[in-house]
């Protein structure tokens, strides 16, 4: 699993091109406002140069397994020590869970007002796996379709995804989000070719191809199982 979540830098290096919202942000803020189908790309086009690795978008399984990290994923912890939301990420502190609670409807303008916002990779304490801002900073597209009810009769050990469905899913939450404390368990969906300022990727990295694997081969390797 990757250690930091995929950056502006990174991106630009590869794609020639950074379509985040918040370039201000730098070249090691994490790159944003791309879609699951732009991130399918940039794993592709990462294979294409390096075909001793399959890089590739982390199951859904796989992605909260590297962020609990062996225990709860920091939801007994301090918000502000597990990464970067709405609480945290502007220009002062902010109750965001009780602007949530009790103006849900002042919640965009609260959080707006604040500048809430993207920050560099690696600024907050890593988890017990050694990995930066699984929880916040940006919500990270994952490789499996969206079945609310998937994981109530999914295989028991290291599920793959459901095998149908329009919506793509996105796990950990964001610079935005009103809490950071249930966010190793937290799911959001969107359709794999949109895109939002909040949304940005994280990727694995599989055993190596075989010499005899084909350019198909790893072309598609980006895509759910």
Not at 56 to 71: N, Q
Not at 108 to 131: S, W
Not at 196 to 218: D, H, I
Request: include cysteine; hydrophobic fraction near 35%.
């Amino acid at each position: 699993m990757g250690q930091y979540e995929v950056t502006q830098a990174q991106w630009q290096a590869l794609m020639h091109e950074d379509p985040s919202a918040d370039r201000a942000c730098g070249p090691d803020c994490p790159v944003e406002n791309i879609s699951w189908s732009d991130a399918v790309r940039f794993c592709e086009a990462l294979n294409r140069l390096d075909s001793a690795h399959r890089y590739r978008l982390p199951t859904e399984a796989e992605w909260e397994y590297a962020a609990r990290a062996g225990d709860d994923g920091g939801l007994r912890r301090d918000a502000d020590e597990l990464g970067w939301f709405a609480g945290n990420s502007g220009d002062a502190p902010i109750d965001a869970l009780a602007v949530w609670r009790d103006q849900p409807d002042e919640y965009g303008a609260a959080i707006t007002r604040n500048r809430d916002r993207i920050h560099p990779v690696g600024r907050k304490q890593p988890n017990a796996f050694g990995l930066y801002d699984t929880l916040g900073n940006v919500w990270e597209w994952v490789a499996d379709r969206y079945d609310p009810e998937y994981y109530a009769h999914s295989p028991s050990g290291d599920p793959p995804g459901p095998p149908r469905g329009t919506k793509r899913v996105l796990r950990g939450g964001a610079f935005d989000h009103n809490t950071l404390t249930n966010a190793a368990v937290l799911r959001a969906k969107f359709d794999p070719n949109g895109r939002n300022p909040s949304f940005g990727v994280r990727l694995a990295a599989s055993a190596q191809l075989p010499a005899t694997g084909n350019r198909k081969a790893v072309e598609g390797a980006c895509a759910a199982p």
